[in-house]
């Protein structure tokens, strides 16, 4: 009768060893174990023992580990706009692989060491990851398959998952090795796609050939895309090997040591791929139509009155309005006829402080963003977006530039042009005017000494000049010397609370904000700002929503900011809205970051008090944040229909951008379309059925699908006469 009984024990043995992924290596341990319980007379674990034995003796092959096929070692560059910025570094054995990951660029950036042990498929049984993310959250997460159970711990909280079927975890924090390791298991799976944890879905995609020198030789390559972790696809490069060559995007390249010099080549592939998703999105989705277009049944924001028209009806032309008539009036036989259904027609917004790129583009139109300020970028990627739009081979807003300068120091952003003297100052203002930008924004590492100078060229050339007060200056440095406009409140608020010589070229110049709630108000250095600020006539573009985030999202608590559309995005952001952008080390700093934020909005209450001019921008990718910036703004007094004007026709004056800001005859057919009125709920911004950019429709309901977003209101019905 005891044959029963083992078959049940060897069953239960073997069932152990597949849940635990034993290895070699753990050989010894389960030994140890099973004699210490013989003497209790359970021959379980030494079983186990036995069989794991009868498995190390298994042929080469059965025993070959995921990564046998991989080097010991690997070294990787991570570069931002051809300077070298930071490193990805890695170290195997066996099953097991080590990263540490760390780049600085405008000083800061994520440092990130990671510990993961792979099954013989590929997929991670084991996952540590420590560090601190670009604003410095502390990073802790971590990942365990005990046979089909997975759990995990990150900035969320703890989550688990019973796997029905293999699935790659996704992690929140790690380095972007995670992509080799997904591309790994994708090329070997059915469809080239797998399960993801916590949610969704992995599907990898090959694009091309292509080939790499060094000086050891050319190496061949394919290039792949990665969808299901982001909004937007994650683009990297194998060897012919199959082993890990780059990950490229248009900003940041990790590339292979000693394949340096092909950063820039790797940077245009990123481009060329994402203009290409967005060029085949902009073919299926852009409504571009040779009749004139009727939507009737609105009413109009006006913002010169602050109110709402009676019901409308508004006929465009080519890219301009042509005429607002009344709401019976028939359509003519040269006529695509929409019906508004009641809603509302809102003249197109404007994202003061924008970086943009084709990735962002698109969402913004969607978003009823039709302008927007560009503060800073690679120029020659910009040239290349803004041609590509104003074509119509991509949708974008209308974008304004700003000329960049930083100057050169171990803290600086790679953007724009990067100087090292006042001369070569005056210099790159000279060119941003030659090509015709629209003003100057000067950063964090400039001389503050040389402002003067450079706000005096500027405006000899007809340049208003913007920006973040220089290290070691003031605000009240920067609006003597010239300044139009301040960029950032902390910016401004900083010079109350710092020590002269205090460094703000790093995260101290957001660390340093939990020395505001002590700030009095009333003191003479804040008042001697506001009345600099007014007597100049110098404006603040705040980037409220930043502050917010900054200041106020706490690990595992969705952000105050998305709380109203988080339930419509797909699974990987709304994970990542549940994370802290700051470290927040105990109680005391929690209090402090809170009365912060209250401050900087006591601050801005009294700029606005003042007759100081805000300006609503982002720095956060606008779309959706923008309206939150608007959102915002009624904690400082202002009513939704004042918001809705300061964030289209307001904005529109003070570019002197006369041809939009308005529903009317002759501007620009920059509008959107929602179900009900804004001025009585600005969040209604956020529901948008219909938007025009110069003409050219775009229903979100179609486009939000293709980025894993669950539309918000359907699309109007359209009527071709």
Partial sequence: MIFPAVKKLIHKAFNSIWALKITKTSLSMFFAKGISKLRKNNYYYLLIGVLLVTQSCKSPSEQTSSQADLPAEETYTVIISGVK??????????????????????????????????????????????GNTTFGNDIKESYKL?????????????????????????????????????????????????????????????LETITATSDAGQVNLKSYALSGLDLNPSY????????????????????????????????????KYSAQRYEDLQKKFAHKYDKNIRIRN??????????????????VSGDKILSIEAADVAAGENEI??????????????????????????????????????????????????????????????????????????????????????????????????????????YNSMNGEWAPAIVKKAHELNMPVMGHVPAFSTANDMINAGYDEMTHIN???????????????????LTALQRLPELDLNSAPVQETLDLMVKNNVAMDPTLAIHELLLLSRNGETQAGVLDYIENMPASEQRDAKMA?????????????????????EVLKLMKERGILIVPGTDLGGAFNLHRELELYQQLGYTPAELLKLGSYDMAQYLGQEDRG????????????????????????????MVSRGGVLYFPSEIYPEFGIKPFVDKPVVKEN
Avoid: C
């Avoid at 066996?94 to 600085?104: M, R």
């Avoid at 952008?581 to 909005?601: H, L, P, Q």
């Fill in 298 to 315: 609105v009413k109009i924001f006006d913002p010169k009155t602050l109110a709402l028209t009676d019901l409308s009806s508004v006929v």
């Fill in 581 to 601: 952008m700051a470290s927040i080390a105990n109680d005391t700093e929690d209090k402090a970051y809170r009365g912060a934020y209250d401050k900087i909005v």
């Fill in 337 to 442: 006829e929409i019906d508004g259904a009641g809603g509302t027609l809102v003249a197109g917004l404007y994202d003061m402080h924008g970086h943009m790129g084709a990735n962002s583009a698109l969402l913004n139109v969607a978003a009823g963003v039709t302008s927007v300020r560009d503060m800073g970028n690679n120029n020659e990627v910009l040239d290349s977006l803004i041609q590509k739009i104003e074509s119509g081979v991509l949708a974008g807003p209308h974008i304004t530039r700003m000329g960049f300068i930083e100057g050169k120091s171990p803290f600086n952003s790679n953007n724009g042009i990067l100087v090292e003297s006042e001369e070569e100052a005056l210099e790159a203002v000279q060119t941003y005017a030659d090509k015709g930008f629209y003003g100057v924004k000067l």
């Fill in 491 to 509: 910016q401004t608020m900083l010079g109350w609370v710092l020590e002269p010589d205090e460094d703000t070229r790093t995260l101290l110049r």
């Fill in 662 to 689: 308005a529903i009317e005859p002759g501007m620009l057919a920059d509008f959107f379309l929602i179900p009900s009125d804004p001025t009585k709920e600005l969040k209604a911004i956020k529901k948008i059925s």
């Fill in 146 to 206: 005990d046979g089909q159970q997975a759990s995990w711990t990150d900035a969320t909280g703890e989550g688990s998952a019973k796997m029905e079927q293999p699935s790659f975890y996704v992690n929140q924090s790690g380095s972007p090795y995670s992509l080799f390791m997904q591309a790994r298991v994708l090329l070997n799976s059915k469809d080239m796609s797998v399960e993801a944890l916590p949610a969704g879905r992995l599907q990898l995609a090959e």
């Fill in 236 to 271: 990297f490069v194998l060897d012919e090997k199959k082993q890990f060559f780059a990950l490229i995007t248009p900003r940041v390249i990790v590339i292979r040591s000693g394949f340096e010099k092909e950063e820039k080549a790797m940077r245009l592939l990123a481009e």
């Fill in 85 to 130: 910025v930071g490193h990805l570094n890695l170290s195997r054995s066996g099953d097991t692989l080590v990263t540490d990951y760390d780049y600085k660029d405008n000083g800061r950036g994520p440092t990130i060491k990671e510990t993961i042990v792979l099954n013989s498929e590929g997929f991670p049984v084991q996952w540590d990851i420590t």
